[in-house]
């Protein structure tokens, strides 16, 4: 009897953590082509395939939702640009293949920043991402901390930006090969 009551119970919080991530995620590729305020909580539901109902048991309200997909996509982010520390190469090749796989979307949550507030928000907590991973995965190349290590880690940040990946992807027309080569040779000019 307790194994039955405990398989239940298990299967109850796995389907509960499976609404909840397709919420996060329906709320994610909603703010990919609209402004994060036009998004509403009908259109989020519908989109998971759940009630409004239900999506507020999870979050409570919009705010919970949104600061919830947030956190979301920052953890997702993580896991695909986790790279070996010290390894300029790989620093490179990883956050090229996440733009390859987001830097369409990142481009267009950043042309709607000024006019919305909770994009801002997102926009900012990935600024301050991109920063931390670039001074994780150059730390051993990177002086001791001061003027000079500053100054390293902002000429870092801008050439493996998503604004880098644009102009060389998107505006010249690179292949991915190409980027990564023009990419990988800034940054060792820096280094």
Do not use: C
């Amino acid at each position: 009897m307790k194994t039955t009551r405990r398989y239940t119970m298990t299967a109850r919080a796995e389907a509960k953590e499976r609404t909840r991530l397709r919420l996060l995620d329906a709320t994610i590729t909603l703010a990919e082509t609209r402004l994060v305020s036009q998004i509403s909580l009908d259109d989020i539901a519908a989109t998971a395939g759940v009630s409004v109902q239900t999506l507020l048991r999870h979050f409570g309200n919009r705010a919970g939702l949104i600061d919830a997909a947030r956190q979301h996509a920052l953890t997702t982010v993580g896991e695909e640009r986790r790279t070996p520390v010290g390894d300029p190469d790989a620093a490179v090749r990883t956050v090229l293949q996440h733009y390859e796989r987001r830097g369409d979307t990142v481009l267009t949550m950043l042309a709607q920043e000024h006019v919305d507030p909770a994009t801002k928000e997102v926009t900012d907590a990935g600024r301050a991402f991109h920063r931390s991973w670039v001074v994780a995965v150059f730390e051993p190349m990177l002086p001791s901390p001061g003027p000079e290590r500053d100054e390293l880690v902002d000429l870092l940040a801008v050439a493996t930006d998503v604004y880098t990946w644009k102009q060389l992807r998107r505006d010249r027309g690179l292949s991915p090969a190409a980027t990564e080569q023009r990419v990988r040779t800034l940054v060792r000019a820096l280094l």
